[in-house]
């Protein structure tokens, strides 16, 4: 293992970056050899000559992602939020467990060249997994080689924790606390488990390959080591949230199509009302940022096994086979709240769908990013499956509490769900060339 505070003798390996706050990233040429180019040259036999020689889809400024598998990492909003959701997610949260605000910096400088590495395919630094010394820990972890970039994002947020107080201000930020990173209320309902809660930083991991995913977070935490550790982690699987028309709506392990009515990315206008930090909102090193909202939120599946359909469809308000609101053909009619058949309203009074509709909550919404997840059995013969809840939102103490806070009341769904964990993150704006995954927060 190697750290930030303890390099490995690579020539470029975990703990190259100066601990200067104004650190420029962006890498020199040699970055762009990618792990399918590599494994590729090595397969064959073919001598390594450079980035372009081996594989020149992966290098860096590339910006024509869409139709290829490489998201591009820097722009005026991070990746992983409006991208399209891909079908796997890690997410990690991280203790920082350094009082050095030069050791914090550092790491995240250290981190963005990686990142930035990862995301278009590339190992971790450049001798990578196995083009090192021979008698020093590879600077790649290597499970990797030979995958392509796989559409991996690579997301970070910063907890509550992070800022401190005026009283035990450990980084010098707490007066760069945005107002709306305040405490989430507890909920009824919420059973939240501290050890799977919070955390000073957040990466969200996701790609079409686990595996990518996994590795991009595993070389991270170890690239931390001494500097921060992994406080919890998450795996999840078959986005449960789709974000464009374009992409078919996924199921949830309840069954249901999930995303039908979530914000569509493609509209801006949405997105810049609902989604983005504007300029006069909050602290300025905000604007163009977001905020993340993860709930890690247990599904009592044996109990939903149990009952009936007329009972889910109800419950959610939507018919499970085409995801349509009860009462109309199609899964993208607009959903009528106020319509009534021979029994009352069609839409229950307690439906999901109701509940959370922003023409219940006075126009509030927010993008929903969520994933499913099954980790095993809760040692009592029940599965410990459910939705890794994500939403990204502009402020959470306007639209997530509120949503939460009518949902928790009285959504018919509250029988058969229960919030296991809870975690919110400021997410900065999007990297401009030579910046950092610090340089907004750090910078006064
Ligand atoms: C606080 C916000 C929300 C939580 C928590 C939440 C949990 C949750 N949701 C589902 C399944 C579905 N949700 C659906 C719609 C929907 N959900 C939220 C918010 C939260 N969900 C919103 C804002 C909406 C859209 C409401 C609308 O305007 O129509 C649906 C219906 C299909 C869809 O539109 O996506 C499903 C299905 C689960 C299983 C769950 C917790 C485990
Ligand atoms: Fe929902």
Redesign the pocket.
Known sequence: MSSAADPVDTGGGPGAASSDESTSTTEPARAGISRRGLFGAFGAGVALAGAGAVAGYATAGRTDAADSDVVPFRGPHQSGIVTAVQDRMHFAAFDVVTDSRSALVALLAEWTIVAERLTRGAEAYPDGAVDGKLLAPPSDTGEALGLPAGRLTLTIGFGPSLFGTAAADRFGIAHRRPRALADIPHFPNDKLDPARSGGDIAIQACADDPQVAVHAVRNLARIGVGTVAVRWTQLGFGRS?STSRSQTTPR?L?G???????LDVTDESALTEHVWVAPGDDQPWLAGGSYLVA?R?R?LIEGWDRATLAEQERV?G?TKGS?APIGRPAEFDS?DLAATGPDGPLIDPNA??RL???ESLGGI??L?RGYNFTDGTDGFGHLDA??F?I?FCRDPQRQ?VP??RA?GRSDA?NEY?Q?VASAQFVVPPGLLPGEHWGTRLFTD
């Open positions: 949230s949830n309840m249901f199509k999930d995303g039908t009515n979530n709930r939120i599904m959610f939507r995801g959903v999901h769908i959370a509709s922003h919404r927010i929903r459910g939705l809840f939403a997530f949503m939460q949902l769904l769900i919030h």
